[in-house]
């Protein structure tokens, strides 16, 4: 047998193998059923990320007995906040459980019964002078973007007294999360913050001394768990599963470990969903049907976890499971880039006027709008265009793909003119000593060309290093995402200056190599 002839058996066996390797992971994955619950992990108590580098939080702690109950798989996924009813709509999360509120939303998900009461409170700095609501006139209150807070204010249920004081207000800032919203306010930037009560005390716990919390409240709401609407089926398990819980005091325990005894909600009184539908009724033998807890379950009350403090060590080692992704995304979109861009400037630079407009199309739109959109665009997609629903790994292609397009058309402009740049007595030479077009490009432009273009695709590698952290935008967990998420949870700007450094010597080390790369070219003239 020939060498041509192993290399084609050997091929054929290899792709029979991943393709078995498909099937046997996907029936496995069908063997137990994924419940994923999309949450944000900068909210703590409620999901964050603790000392271990694990996620938790009450609401994790209650899906994650659900999941108990109906013997499935829990997958804690954090998510961007501001796509959150993509997620919820492509079918990238089964549902969303993080200190959610119902009101204002009643009509956009399929709603569990409310199983927490949440106020709205505004924090300000101790001495600062504002005592009441009526002091924020003329002051500066800040919000997180699509919150419950900026809805008491702002939102089309806001009663007339909020938005008289919204109205009063010198500024209504809006910033990306709650741990922002304290670096504002500890800064001096803003006056004020107005957030969830639940996540104001966890937050005070360290910083009690700093700040304070006015008696009167914005508002009042519930918290649910929000499914895609219309998906009854599965709200219906998870319900049914809560009450389970109540009925034999398994949910009085866990609100008890997170030291949320005066907010917890849960009732048998709440016999219809916001929908109308019938709640489902428990096994009466599990438990007392009534609602009362059962003796000796949850009687003894106990304070929620304290987060550990912990050291620059501790720091970097949470931070470098995100540094390889990073790495990841940083080489893999260099390595499709740059090439694709070499393409593009090819056909922007075609004789033919159909490649020049196509590439000319492509620059100008990948260049002219925000990558963070281009990234949504890309894993957003298939779903919403071709109603394909993709699978989880598709999130980290998408971010590949996305980066790679992006910085492909600013490569394809910087070859485009390092190629221009090279004199036609270059060409011609070339033509004499009988090379043809393509042997005069790679031997005789393309050598001169890199020299020529290489200070200028230093400056784009180097924000590539940076531009990385726009990963959030589909939830794919980078370094700075883990940053921000450990920062909240350790309500300290501590892990963001690390992050600053990690992405200080990496960008030293980038430049670096192209400084090398560039001396080895000197002889170019």
Known sequence: MDKASISKKFLYLFVMAVFAGFIFMGNTCQAKQEFIVGFDAEFP????????GDYTGFDLDLAEEVCKRNGWTLVKRPISWNTKDSELESGAISCIWNGFTMN?????YTWSTPYVDNSQVVITKSGSGIKELKDLSGRILAVQTDSSALAALEGEDATDENKALAESLKELQQVEDYNSAFMNLE???????AMDIGVAAYQLSSKSDKFIMLDEKLSSEEYGIGFKLGNTELRDKVQLALLGMLQDGTFDRI???WGLEDSACLSFEDTTYIDGCKVPVPDSNSGDNTGNKQE????VKSSAPKNVEMSIAQIVKQLS??????VGIFLLTLLFSMPLGLAVAAARMSKYKIPQWIARIYISILRGTPLMLQLIVVFFAPYYVFKISTPYAYRFYAVIIGFSLNYSAYFAEIYRSGIQSIPQGQREAAQIMGYNRGQAFFRIIFPQMVKRVLPPVTNEVITLVKDTSLAFALSYSEMFTIAKQVAAAQKSLVPLFVAGVFYYIFNFIVALLMERIEKRLDYYK
């Not at 108590?45 to 271990?52: A, I, Q």
């Not at 204002?104 to 956009?108: N, V």
């Not at 800064?187 to 913050?193: L, P, R, W, Y």
Request: glycine share 18%; aromatic share 6%; net charge negative.
């Open 45 to 52: 108590p409620y999901g964050y990320m603790d000392e271990n």
């Open 104 to 108: 204002g939303r009643e009509g956009q």
């Open 187 to 193: 800064s001096g930037m803003v006056d004020a913050i």
């Open 255 to 257: 609100v008890n470990k």
């Open 296 to 299: 000796g379950t949850s009687n």
């Open 321 to 326: 499971t995100g540094l390889a992704a990073t």
